[in-house]
């Protein structure tokens, strides 16, 4: 949408809008959604209107700090306090989901500073308008917090005997004496575990939080709600972390950002190249770190530039450096064995199983940690994985996995063993209930060969042994013919887990390896992140060949010849 005369809305908001819309700058096509998608739609609306005045006096509060904000910092501050929508006995702030996802180096936690500042000021004029700032390390969620702790402690001759008469400060809580207004700082510990009179939380730098990381987030932010103008807001950069609480995010946004929806109450800003060979080029930098071309931020120009003509030499903080500087995170290709987007290409549809052959598969490093168990089937081009997870209660690895392995468990796709291991009878019973309840034809099970003495007597007894031609061990180099194979599968698409995030979550554990003669599978990180489920699948696929000659026909229309 190219627009040459957009309609004046304000001072603070058109410069942004304009540069965006008439390509004056840089950027990613989500700025463009969300000027056209979610701002002016919103700006349209007869409920809705624009707080000139309000915007003015918060904006006078930058005299207290040692910067002024940019312009991208300015637009968004107008559309967090200056939309807002009447309502039966005044009006509210409109949006209510604040959601910033920018490059490293973008000044992120001075936005933050100067944010919590105005929040708990009278210009914001809310009695008990406290601010949680909630963060994964004690030293990431002080940051803004010590920020306005200075400023309020050691400011400038001429603004210190307002700066006393007005506040209070702590090194752990900051207080507004006129709104009664709180700043607190917050970590992913049993701090966070009452809710408290909340009107904003900050959850800073989101990409460090895992899965099971939200249980946190959702007590901080059940205390919203009961001072006026509650609101979240998310602002981090990205990370190397899959699968975790910012990927969640993403995948919403990326909806949100698509169409208006009357109902939406959430403003994504959202920056990132969009191209990955797009970080050679200075002039894109700014699509991911909207600051880089502002005078002020001259120094972080030169870092980037310096990070970029040092990458030949330094190539293992490329990844980092895509996804923290560039907001476009691409793994590292030299061990991951998918790009997180392939990963994510296995949530396909599962076509019926029922009568099907299939290849078995199981995989465990010892008896009282992790055991899974696979079954894999051939349809058309496409392979398709179905798999279980069995978890020994008294693993001693467990109280440190950062992963829901509750919710996996309630969804059906990992079993909590009580017992002190996890036993052979039990992974083979799941072969032989998954036969009689789907009338499958498991054609052979193959094992690790390195764990196939604790596993025989149980296999043999569900009719599975090197005798009958049916049961097949796989060492490491067996594996290692399978590997392309399986990348293959990956880059094509072509693999189908269907919705199970544990198994994409051990898939994303693995690192290739060279061995000298092949290359591996291995582990990411050797206790926490867990492979065994995906590795039962690597080694049954030295076996599936074996499915090479059926022919699945479905009979289903064929009606039957009663004599």
């Not at 968004?76 to 005044?90: E, S």
């Not at 001259?298 to 530039?305: D, N």
């Not at 450096?321 to 392939?342: L, S």
């Not at 050797?526 to 059926?550: C, E, N, S, V």
Request: glycine residues 6%; negative net charge.
């Amino acid at each position: 949408m190219a627009v040459m005369n957009l309609k004046h809305y304000s001072k603070y908001l058109n410069p942004y809008m304009e540069k965006i819309l008439n390509n004056e700058i840089e950027h990613c096509k989500e700025q463009e959604q969300l000027i056209e998608n979610i701002v002016i739609p919103t700006l349209e609306r007869e409920d809705v209107y624009f707080d000139e005045d309000r915007i003015e006096k918060g904006l006078t509060l930058q005299k207290y700090f040692s910067y002024n904000l940019v312009e991208w910092e300015i637009f968004l501050f107008a559309c967090i306090v200056g939309i807002r929508i009447k309502t039966f006995d005044g009006s509210d702030s409109f949006f209510k989901n604040i959601w910033i996802l920018i490059g490293r180096g973008s000044g992120k936690n001075g936005f933050i500073s100067f944010l919590i500042f105005y929040f708990t000021s009278p210009y914001n004029g809310i009695k008990g308008y406290n601010i949680d700032i909630l963060a994964n390390s004690e030293q990431q969620a002080k940051t803004s917090f010590n920020d306005v702790y200075e400023i309020v402690t050691e400011p400038p001759a001429q603004f210190a005997k307002a700066m006393k008469s007005n506040y209070i400060a702590t090194k752990e809580d900051i207080c507004c004496k006129i709104t009664k207004s709180h700043i607190r700082y917050n970590t992913s510990s049993a701090k966070t575990k009452d809710s408290k009179r909340t009107g904003c939380v900050i959850i800073d730098e989101k990409h460090a939080y895992l899965a099971n990381d939200g249980e946190n987030i959702n007590v901080l932010t059940s205390g919203l709600g009961k001072v006026p103008e509650e609101r979240t807001i998310t602002i981090s950069s990205d990370g190397k972390n899959r699968g975790g609480l910012l990927d969640q995010d993403k995948d919403r946004m990326k909806d949100i950002l698509k169409e208006y929806d009357s109902e939406n109450r959430t403003l994504p800003f959202w920056c990132r190249i969009e191209k990955e060979e797009e970080w050679k080029e200075p002039a894109k930098w700014v699509k991911s770190i909207p600051s880089i071309e502002d005078p002020t931020f001259a120094s972080i120009k030169r870092r980037v530039a310096e990070e970029v003509k040092e990458m030949p030499y330094k190539q293992d903080y490329y990844p980092e450096f895509m996804a923290k500087r560039m907001g476009f995170p691409v793994g590292n290709k030299d061990v991951e064995i998918a790009t997180w987007d392939d990963i994510l290409a296995t949530n396909q549809e599962v076509p019926d199983l029922t009568g099907r052959s299939c290849v078995g598969a199981v995989d465990y490093a010892l008896t009282n940690d992790f055991a899974g168990v696979v079954l894999i089937f051939k349809v058309g081009k496409k392979i398709v994985v179905k798999q279980h997870t069995f978890i020994c209660k008294h693993s001693r690895d467990l109280p440190g996995i950062k992963a829901p392995i509750e919710e996996w468990v309630e969804k059906g796709d990992a079993t909590i063993v009580e017992d002190v291991e996890i036993s052979a009878d039990l992974l083979t019973e799941w072969f032989d209930r998954q036969k009689e309840e789907l009338g499958l034809i498991l054609k052979a099970i193959v094992v690790d060969y390195f764990r196939r003495g604790y596993m025989l007597p149980a296999l043999k007894r569900i009719g599975y042994c090197k005798d009958m031609n049916n049961l097949f061990f796989a060492r490491p180099n067996d594996i290692g013919q399978v590997v392309n194979t399986i990348n293959s599968l990956f880059i094509n698409h072509n693999l189908v887990y269907g919705d199970v995030p544990i198994l994409r979550w051990m898939t994303n554990n693995v690192k290739k390896y060279d061995s000298g003669n092949n290359i591996l599978y291995g582990k990411i990180e050797p206790h926490y992140r867990k492979t065994d489920t995906f590795q039962a699948f690597a080694a049954g696929m030295t076996k599936i060949d074996l499915l090479d000659d059926d022919v699945n026909v479905d009979i289903s229309d064929i009606q039957p010849i009663i004599f």
